[in-house]
């Protein structure tokens, strides 16, 4: 799972961050979507500062909102992409889904999923941590 050049004009540059980025929420959307998931929100944000995103939204087969963070890391050395979720990373996580959830007028069955693009391939990790971090 080599990364791809990305042609822009004469010479051909490494892609971007934002580039690799979204090809492992592309990855990772394919993957849950062939899992049954549906997609309700891509790059959910709060407003203001301070805030928080959310990478997708996503709706289970049994109605559950399935809130996931995509990460990607070149290699697995230091835990890998999953374990670099930090706390910091999952407050502001559960914040934007706190904020998402005030819109609802019926609050549905609830968790947060990680799922881990590596070279090795995609690694989902149903309710990798909960909303009391």
């Keep these: 799972m080599g990364i791809p ?19 492992a929420e592309d990855l990772a959307l394919a993957h849950l979507q ?9 790059n959910y ?9 959310i990478d997708l939204i996503m709706r289970a087969p049994d109605g559950t909102c399935v809130f996931v963070e995509v990460r990607q ?3 697995s050395s230091h835990g890998g ?9 999952q407050k502001r996580i559960v914040f934007a889904a706190r904020h998402f959830l005030m819109r609802l ?4 069955p609830c968790r947060f999923d990680v ?11 149903p309710g990798a941590f909960d909303a009391g971090t």
């Design 115 to 125: 799922v881990a693009v590596q070279p090795d391939g995609v690694v989902w990790l």
């Design 73 to 75: 890391r070149a290699s």
């Design 105 to 108: 007028g019926t609050l549905p």
């Design 5 to 23: 050049f990305v042609k822009t004009g004469a010479a051909s540059q490494p892609p971007t961050t934002k580039q690799l980025g979204d090809r």
């Design 81 to 89: 992409a999953a374990a670099s979720v930090s706390w910091a990373k």
């Design 45 to 53: 944000r709060t407003p203001g500062r301070g805030g928080g995103e």
């Design 34 to 42: 062939r899992a049954g998931l549906r997609l309700l929100v891509r």
